[in-house]
Nanobody, 120 residues
């Protein structure tokens, strides 16, 4: 059974930093892309950042220059370093991992989300 678990959310002051982690566990063949989405109250879920198994990254415009995605393939873990946080970053952050379980076909597995609140 595959699980994706996020950690690292919390309350931070404007201008502060947080580091989110996302780890996939269970029995599977490989992980392709991993990524973070976020959903603020009353808003649609939006992409934050993705990273491939080879380390290629993609960021939402709102994340560019402030957030950095990285990955440790040996640990099946993705990180999202978030700096210069502001109130607009307040949201539930969801991680996903594209995983091939029994065959080379990949499907997305999602975590339950971690709350990030930016407030003074």
């Amino acid at each position: 059974q595959v699980q994706v678990v996020e950690s690292g959310g919390g309350l931070v002051q404007p201008g502060g930093s947080l580091r989110l982690s996302c780890t996939a566990s269970g029995s599977f063949l490989s992980i392709n892309t991993m990524g973070w989405y976020r959903q603020a109250p009353g808003k649609e879920r939006e992409l934050v950042a993705t990273i491939t198994s080879g380390g290629s990254t993609n960021y939402a415009d709102s994340a560019k220059g402030r957030f950095t995605a990285s990955r440790d393939n040996a640990k099946n873990t993705m990180y999202l370093q978030m700096n210069s946080l502001n109130a607009e970053d307040t949201a539930v952050y969801y991680c996903y991992a594209s995983i091939a379980v029994y065959s080379p076909l990949y499907r997305d597995y999602w975590g339950q989300g971690t709350q990030v609140t930016v407030s003074s």
